[in-house]
Nanobody
């Protein structure tokens, strides 16, 4: 099991940037694929980005491709999501998640992620 805590959310103007961080604890972190998901009010939770256990392969939702970058530092037990060129439609609660299902590229299915953080709010104003 992996315990996850997200941070870095906040209020930013459209076109701005934020960097989210997910601090993990637990021995299985370095052997887990990681993902970022988001959920806006009234909408389903959606996949944003994923990264394999080694960091070698990443995947992105089409809506964020080219703007967001997921990365991990297994030595520090962290996963990050660099968000650039933010749009109001990016506003959501962002969740970090871990899965022991080591698909390549990482799965976009939320039900394959067993461990979740508490979420961090990202609000993008226009």
């Amino acid at each position: 099991q992996v315990q996850l805590v997200e941070s870095g959310g906040g209020l930013v103007q459209a076109g701005g940037s934020l960097r989210l961080s997910c601090d993990a604890s637990g021995r299985t972190f370095s052997t887990s694929n990681m993902g970022w998901f988001r959920q806006a009010p009234g909408k389903e939770r959606e996949f944003v980005a994923g990264i394999t256990w080694s960091g070698g392969t990443t995947s992105y939702a089409n809506s964020v491709k080219g703007r967001f970058t997921i990365s991990r530092d297994n030595a520090k037990n962290t996963v990050s999501l660099q968000m650039n060129s933010l749009k109001p439609e990016d506003s959501a609660v962002y969740y970090c998640a871990a899965t022991r299902v080591l698909r390549v590229p990482p799965t976009a299915r939320s039900n394959e992620y067993a461990d979740w953080g508490q979420g961090t709010q990202v609000t993008v104003s226009s």
